[in-house]
T-cell receptor, first 112, second 116 residues
Framework: GESVGLHLPTLSVQEGDNSIINCAYS??????FIWYKQESGKGPQFIID?????DKRQGQRVTVLLNKTVKHLSLQIAATQPGDSAVYFC???????????FGAGTRLTVKP | ETGVTQTPRHLVMGMTNKKSLKCEQH?????MYWYKQSAKKPLELMFV???????ENNSVPSRFSPECPNSSHLFLHLHTLQPEDSALYLC???????????????FGPGTRLTVT
């Protein structure tokens, strides 16, 4: 069936470097994509979203890129900080649909 | 704080017990969700409620029974669970997507459930 998956289960970066977390999706009908961050002992927290009619969206220190041609989503974190250490999930869903599908998650570790 | 609270935060129960998980949202949302998060597995959607009506049940075993008395509260009643049901159970809420807007889901901290 259609699913959302992550390329890398773990990512380790040096503090101050930029991080890139990737996600592949297979449902070409998906309209909406979200990145969530989950710290230990907490629920997922919204970071940034993007609609399918866009290919880039920027937030504070984060940028999401969407490549619909290859069904690829990425999250870029600038100047990664220790507080960015967490598991990052991508999620997809379709317009007017409650069913949000999540990827497996990537664990980001920031080394001081 | 996300505006979604869950109690208890930790629960240990035997396979013959009956317990309930509670979720409350203070965001004025009309949609609420239960998810299961197991180790090394993606978040699994279990149930969806829109305006107190259940709109989705993702083939969840009947030993899990949801209840949504109003748009702010959601319960998950548990009975005769199995050890493989041990997981983090997350509640979320969102605006009602039927209105035609994209939305994000706001998650609670979860209940860590251990079935012995």
């Amino acid at each position: 069936g259609e699913s959302v998956g992550l390329h890398l289960p773990t990512l380790s970066v040096q503090e101050g470097d930029n991080s890139i977390i990737n996600c592949a999706y297979s449902n070409s009908a998906s309209d909406y994509f979200i990145w969530y961050k989950q710290e230990s002992g907490k629920g997922p927290q919204f970071i940034i979203d993007i609609r399918s009619n866009m290919d880039k969206r920027q937030g504070q220190r984060v940028t999401v890129l969407l490549n619909k041609t290859v069904k690829h989503l990425s999250l870029q974190i600038a100047a990664t900080q220790p507080g960015d250490s967490a598991v990052y999930f991508c999620a997809e869903n379709m317009f007017n649909n409650n069913d949000m599908r999540f990827g497996a998650g990537t664990r980001l570790t920031v080394k001081p | 704080e996300t505006g979604v609270t869950q109690t208890p935060r930790h629960l240990v129960m035997g396979m013959t017990n009956k317990k309930s998980l509670k979720c409350e949202q203070h965001l004025g949302h009309n949609a609420m969700y239960w998810y299961k998060q197991s180790a090394k597995k993606p978040l699994e959607l279990m149930f969806v409620y829109n305006f107190k009506e259940q709109t989705e049940n993702n083939s969840v075993p009947s030993r899990f029974s949801p209840e949504c008395p109003n748009s702010s509260h959601l319960f998950l009643h548990l009975h005769t669970l199995q050890p493989e049901d041990s997981a983090l159970y997350l509640c979320a809420s969102s605006q009602d997507p039927v209105r035609g807007t994209f939305y994000e889901q706001y998650f609670g901290p979860g209940t860590r459930l251990t079935v012995t």
